[in-house]
């Protein structure tokens, strides 16, 4: 199985930073790799998919990036309702495996 | 519009069967995967398997393989999950979610369902 380790799994920045959560695959993935945002008691939401592009309506400040095993999530600057759970996904083979999740507060 | 709704939350006792739905409306139901993915509360996301609905395809994760039976129905355009003897260690909220293939991306979640196993 195709393991991912993300980091850091909370991070706690201000209103304004520039934030960047990392997800390493422990092989290589090709573009099957994604990220998403979840907030309490909501479903998971696509932010970012095939590393770099963004989903529809998900605004400009998200950015992904990376190739290989290595793959960055970065918020450009960080919004009050940016408060969230991320996670990086890899669907290059089965079973599919998310990473560990990374808690964002904001101060 | 592309929806997925699922069914609404379970409580069952240890050792029940239980089959829980996700209708699947706004698109070509036959050419998309449909994926489950579990959520133990207060924990992370674990993808649990895979469907084509249009010929039953299916794929699990080796931690879930025979322990869930995921299936669809291609005539009412749902995909279901089941458990023929559920325990304790199941409690949780399960989402399923259309799988785009071209991009490995899950576009499209359902609300999820909150299933609570408890004696």
């Known amino acids: 199985d195709i393991q991912m380790t993300q980091s850091p799994s909370s991070l706690s920045a201000s209103v304004g930073d520039r934030v960047t959560i990392t997800c390493r695959s422990s092989?290589?993935?090709?573009?099957?790799f994604s990220w998403y945002q979840q907030k309490p008691g909501t479903a998971p939401k696509l932010l970012i998919y095939?590393?770099?592009n963004l989903q529809s309506g998900v605004p400009s400040r998200f950015r992904g990036g990376g190739s290989g095993t290595d793959f960055t999530l970065t918020i450009s600057s960080l919004q009050p309702e940016d408060i969230a759970i991320y996670y990086c996904?890899?669907?290059?083979?089965?079973?599919?495996?998310f990473g560990q999740g990374t808690k964002l507060e904001v101060k | 519009e592309v929806q997925l709704v699922q069914s609404g939350a379970e409580v069952k006792k240890p050792g029940d069967s239980l089959k829980i739905s996700c209708l699947a409306s706004?698109?070509?139901?036959?050419?998309?995967?449909i994926a489950w993915v579990r959520q133990v509360p207060g924990q992370g996301l674990e993808w649990m398997g895979v469907?084509?609905?249009?010929?039953?395809?299916?794929r699990y994760s080796p931690s879930f393989q025979g322990l869930v039976t995921i299936s669809a129905d291609k005539s009412i355009t749902t995909a279901y999950l089941q458990w023929s003897g559920l325990e304790a260690s199941d409690t949780a909220i399960y989402y399923c979610?259309?799988?785009?293939?071209?991009?490995?991306?899950?576009?499209?979640w359902g609300q999820g369902t909150l299933v609570t196993v408890s004696s």
């Open positions: 979610a259309r799988l785009t293939t071209l991009t490995g991306r899950f576009d499209y």
């Open positions: 706004g698109y070509s139901f036959n050419t998309y995967w």
């Open positions: 469907i084509y609905p249009h010929d039953s395809d299916t």
């Open positions: 092989q290589t993935i090709g573009d099957y």
């Open positions: 095939a590393v770099s």
């Open positions: 996904l890899q669907s290059y083979s089965t079973p599919y495996t």
